[in-house]
């Protein structure tokens, strides 16, 4: 059994029998639970057989407290928004349940009707050039007469930036919406803030224009591909001639097939078991006619540009990685004002969530938006994923040529179906031709480093990274960060920091980054030890974001629920600056936030543990805080983590509906 399915079992046998039991009894089950292994080591005292989290009323909204009231009323079993149950409630879910994944059919966020929004011209005070049929609202009078009431006294905007964009549409707008319905403008802080370019990145009108139109100048991108692809087409070819010459010689003489080395010269053979990296530091014959092409083709393609001055390999930006804190890329949760919390808290080196190359080249605003940077992130990159040495190319040298990054990152680890048959993530692995044309032709565009992200192979138990990480070395990759699992194994068992350390040792004088289920310093203590250079953090970084501070003060910080709270208001204003403080952009931040929730209540308190650190993948019994504040974070129920949004944003709109979309967050 499972450790997760044996916590679930002991906690279930504690909610039936729970109104049976006397104190002696609960305690004896109490400290049954706790001795059961992979189960956190929480101090009795704060052990909750009965699950439900009491919460004063003083924290429920008006809503909250009528759903409150109709549970009392025996309709126990969901959640607020009727969409979750309690993690400990019913039957464990069968097996297909579990990996039918979440975020299919999940309810679709509700939004205003363009009739209640305001037409952005007349918002800034402009001609609407649609006159009559402009979908959105024009009568201002009315619009204020229907305006919900203001969330707080105080927007974040224009206290910031001198000037809320959001006018008279701005649900904090009372500090700026004059009587007469004018949006007040401090005009120095304004000028100030305009000329300081707080976040950069942002993709004009101009340039969106010239790539839907095909119009941009890809020509040092198109060329540089067709030549690294020649150079490794023709060694491939000749290299299979060498070896069907080779076959036929040693088949004419004794009739023994010949057993070559197929990694540098074909698809990774991903079907034999390769656990021993011995055979990869061996087999140097190929390297070295490696070696010689990579080098000349750099030289051959980083010279030869007539068109203007190009950087040298020498003259291009280093970056040293090695012992700096590493926040993962994070889709949908790695948004820019969660990245602000972490820098915060001391983290190193931020990258944007995954965007699709393709998405890029057509210039999405919403793939755009993914690789925003804010001014406190001074070790930024953008991490992209596709399948296509042109593609890709041509989005680094969009990306070389009209973003601020210090680095670019190729995802080669996302396991997604979606991605993986289109051949894009983690499919790269398996393809080491491609992967070769790949990462060459993307570096000769690029003057900025170029890093890779992997896992430990495909396919559980046939590790593959270590074939890969000395080539990606030789191929120019300044950076490998290898994610402990394959992508058959998801989170389903523990990060393999033995092999990370195999495969660092391979990859030296390159740096090797190691990364799975880091919580605390003394997990990244162990990951020092190992050959790895650093550590990147993801779920940690969900769970506690102080993590970065613990690791680089080497402490356990007993954060108080109202400090916690206290980065959630942060999160909350840094959300309003970024997606926007109209009803769109609260709704946006509720969201975002929602998604945050569902990793954050993971954290359970130093002060509450008899054994310091937590595990990441170590479930913890029911428990309560040492405040109602306290209990409520610790909450799995989406209904709790709605409430919370609600102390933070004001009460939810109707017909709200929420489920998280990443099944990481779950134990198992
Ligand atoms: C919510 C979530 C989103 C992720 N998004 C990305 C991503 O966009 N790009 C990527 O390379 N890895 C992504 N990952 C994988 C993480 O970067 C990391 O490799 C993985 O979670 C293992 O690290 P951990 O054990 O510290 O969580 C994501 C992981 C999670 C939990």
């Given amino acids: 059994m499972s450790t997760a399915e044996q916590s679930g079992t002991a906690a279930e046998g504690g909610n039936v029998k729970e109104e049976k039991r006397t104190p002696a009894e609960r305690d004896a089950l109490a400290r049954q639970i706790l001795d059961k292994p992979g189960i956190a080591q ?5 052990i909750l057989l009965d699950h439900r989290i009491k919460i004063s009323e003083e924290f429920l909204s008006n809503k909250s407290k009528e759903k409150l009231e109709a549970s009392k009323d025996g309709n126990e079993g969901e959640t607020e928004n009727g ?37 952005p011209a007349v918002l800034h005070a402009q001609e609407c050039r649609f006159g009559e049929s402009c979908k959105f609202s024009h009568d201002i009078k009315k619009f204020m007469a ?36 004018e949006n007040i403008i401090n005009e120095d802080l304004y000028k100030e803030m305009q000329s300081r ?59 023994e097939t010949v057993k070559t080395e197929t990694c540098d010269s074909s698809s990774v053979d991903t079907s034999s078991k390769t656990d021993n990296c011995s055979s990869v530091l061996t087999s140097s014959d190929t390297e070295m006619s490696d070696v010689g092409s990579t080098k000349q083709s750099d030289a051959s393609v980083c010279l030869s540009d007539a068109e203007g001055i190009r950087l040298r390999p020498q003259e291009k930006k280093l970056i040293d990685f090695s012992n700096k804190l590493y926040l993962a890329p994070l889709t949908t949760v790695g948004n820019l004002p ?102 060459r032709s993307m570096k000769s565009v690029l003057d900025v480093p170029l890093t890779v992200k992997l896992r430990t192979g495909i396919f559980d138990n046939k590790n593959i990274a270590h074939y890969l990480v000395p080539k990606l070395r030789r191929w120019g990759a300044s950076l490998v960060t290898i994610h402990g699992r394959s992508r058959e194994q998801r989170y389903t068992r523990m990060a393999d920091w033995d092999y990370i350390d195999e495969c660092a040792k391979l990859g030296a004088p390159m740096p090797v980054f190691g990364n799975g289920d880091l919580l605390s310093y003394e997990d990244l203590d162990a990951c020092l030890k190992t050959s790895a250079s650093g550590g990147m953090v993801a779920r940690g970084a969900l769970i506690k974001p102080w993590i970065f501070t613990e690791m680089k003060e080497r402490r356990h910080w007993d954060i108080s629920a109202n400090e916690r709270f206290d ?22 931040t509720r969201r975002f936030l929602l998604e ?47 409430k919370i949004s609600e102390m933070l944003l004001g009460p939810v709109p109707e017909e709200f509906n929420f489920l998280p979309k990443h099944k990481a967050n779950a134990y198992k």
């Fill in 42 to 46: 929480i101090k009795p005292e704060f």
């Fill in 83 to 119: 969409a979750s149950r309690d993690r400990e409630e019913g039957p464990p879910p069968s097996k297909r349940m579990r990996l039918k994944g979440r975020n299919k059919k999940r309810p679709v966020n509700t939004k205003l009707h363009n009739s209640k929004k305001m037409c």
């Fill in 146 to 181: 229907e305006k919900p009431t203001d969330l707080g006294p105080v927007c974040i905007n224009f206290e910031k930036f001198g000037k809320c964009q959001y006018g008279i549409s701005c649900r904090y707008g009372k500090s700026h919406i004059s009587e007469e319905f």
């Fill in 197 to 255: 370019k707080v976040v950069k990145n942002a993709l004009y009108k101009e340039l969106q224009h010239k790539l839907w139109k095909k119009k941009y100048d890809f020509e040092k991108a198109n060329r540089n591909t067709a030549q690294i692809q020649t150079e490794v087409r023709t060694r491939v070819d000749s290299e299979k001639f060498h070896k069907e010459g080779q076959r036929l010689t040693n088949s004419g003489n004794d009739g």
């Fill in 338 to 439: 969660f990245r602000r919390i972490c820098k915060g808290m001391g983290v190193d080196i931020t990258c944007c969530e995954m965007a699709l190359a393709t998405n890029i080249l057509q210039g999405q605003m919403s793939e755009w938006a993914l690789l925003k940077r804010h001014e406190t992130e001074d070790l930024f990159g953008v991490q992209i994923c596709g399948a296509f040495p042109d593609t890709l190319t041509r989005c680094c040298q969009l990306i070389n040529d009209e973003l601020s990054v210090d680095f670019v990152d190729l995802n080669c680890g996302c396991p997604i179906d979606l991605v993986f048959k289109k051949g894009e993530g983690c499919a790269l692995m398996g393809k080491s031709n491609k992967f070769e044309q790949v990462v």
């Fill in 567 to 588: 980065m959630l208001k942060n999160y909350v204003n840094f959300g309003l600056e970024h997606w926007g403080s109209d009803h769109q952009g609260v709704e946006n």
């Fill in 596 to 642: 945050w929730l569902s990793f954050l209540y993971r954290y359970i308190p130093v002060g509450l543990l008899d054994q310091v650190p937590q595990k990441i993948n170590e479930r913890p019994p029911f428990y309560v805080g040492r405040s109602d504040l306290e209990t409520l974070l610790s909450s799995s129920n989406c209904g709790d983590w709605i």
